[in-house]
């Protein structure tokens, strides 16, 4: 047996940092990885996917030569294996980063194996076991396969599988119109793929504003991207290069047929194989480690960070998790999840930002709420650049004057939100931002115009 002062099981995006502060603490640490270092953002996740984002929209705007002034003879022909070759490099970068990092850590032992609890202090790692007062999980999660008829028999993809793919799948169907399975379509329509997206809900990103989901729809379909809502999922049969699903749908043919099949209907903890119940720690009906305010389990010295804990989703979340565990043990403060204002980004082609409170929330909340919105049509960064998709949107508590959320789905959208987002961290009325001025010609500078137009939220009148 061998003791450590601290023990962090998985190298997602919170442990490798907790690690190095620990260490650098003086702390004595042992880090576990059954698998790649960096975990999913940096191994099948935000990385390579964006890398691979990034690919397709060389070939998008390589393809709309004619719309800025020049022409590629000869056409445009994609190389998957050099869209694979560029991406494994980028996310090996990472991940050699990583492991190089925990490896060459002061004070830190690196342990290479799959970590299983043995009681609340101890945990085995192939023959060897490790005790700690302080353990902390970093164990993140997979994708789910839904139960479906006939899946189990058919070849089908997922995030981590799709990481191999080298050639063009001559018709990709994709099960889940959400983040991961609209970046997988747009990029893959992108590359060449004929692609049908089955949603089973109304609209794609469902959690969104409805004119979020509207203009995301109209901008894969743009694309020729073929989308299917409403869609219940009754089977999948086939075989390889010929999968059918069957899908009862409002409109449309009661049947899907394509050559690949990709499932991005979400993920799951990877909280069933560590051991959980030989350590007494409680998990919640869909196995995520239930936490406190401050990321504390309910067996004393074990923590849960990152997506395990079902708090957030995203490496942003995974890293304050990271911050406010740092913060807490080793610098006296008294830091909160709850503290955090909600954001991410869908990472299509032009993106969405998100900050806070959609206006349908908002609305649902009690606010009394403003909205300022525009056209990215009327934005002239947008069109200056010929990428008119989309809008912007901020929503205001009309009596605090406080922001409560923005949607900007644009280009640049995913940079600019994080304008809204510092000034939501700041409590600012939305007057100080309104007053601020911004750099022209950016997507920014509408902020201040958008606010100076705010209107009372029309869902507000209909409910
Ligand atoms: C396709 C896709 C795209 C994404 N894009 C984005 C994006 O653009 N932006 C964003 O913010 N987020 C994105 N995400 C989400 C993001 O990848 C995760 O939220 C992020 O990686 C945080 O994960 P984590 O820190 O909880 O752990 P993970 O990164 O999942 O790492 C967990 C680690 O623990 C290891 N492990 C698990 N169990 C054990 C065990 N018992 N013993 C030892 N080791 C173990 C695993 O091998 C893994 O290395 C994306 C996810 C996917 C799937």
Known sequence: ????????????????????????????????????????????????????????????????????????????????????????????????????????????????????????????VGDEVLKADKIFLNVGGRALTPEIPGLDRVPSLNNSSMMDVDFLPSHLVILGGSYIGLEFGQMFRRFGSRVTIIEMGPRLVQHEDEDTSAAILDIVKQESIDVRLNATCLGVSGGPGNITVRVECADGGPVVTGSHLLLAVGRKPNTDDLGLDAAGVARDKRGYVVVDDQLQTNVPGIWALGDCNGKGAFTHTSYNDFEIVAANLLDGASRRVSDRIMAYALFIDPPLGRAGLTEAEAVRKGHSVLVGKRAMERVSRAFEKSETNGFMKIVVDGKSKEILGAAFLGTGGDEAVHVILDAMYAKAPYTVLQRAMHIHPTVSEYIPTLLGELAPSAMAVRT
């Open 1 to 124: 047996m061998k003791t450590f002062d601290a023990i962090i099981i998985g190298t997602g995006q919170s442990g490798p940092s907790l690690a190095a502060r620990l260490a650098t603490a003086g702390m004595s640490v042992a880090v576990v990885e059954r698998h790649k270092f960096g975990g999913t953002c940096v191994n099948n996740g935000c990385i390579p996917t964006k890398a691979m984002v990034a690919s397709a929209y060389a070939v998008h705007l390589a393809r709309r030569g004619n719309d800025f002034g020049f022409v590629a003879d000869g056409g445009i022909r994609v190389d998957m294996k050099q869209v694979k070759s560029r991406k494994d490099a980028i996310s090996g970068r990472s991940r050699v980063g990583v492991e190089n990092w925990m490896r060459g850590l002061k004070n830190c032992t690196t342990y290479t194996g799959h970590a299983r609890f043995r009681s609340a202090h101890e945990v085995e």
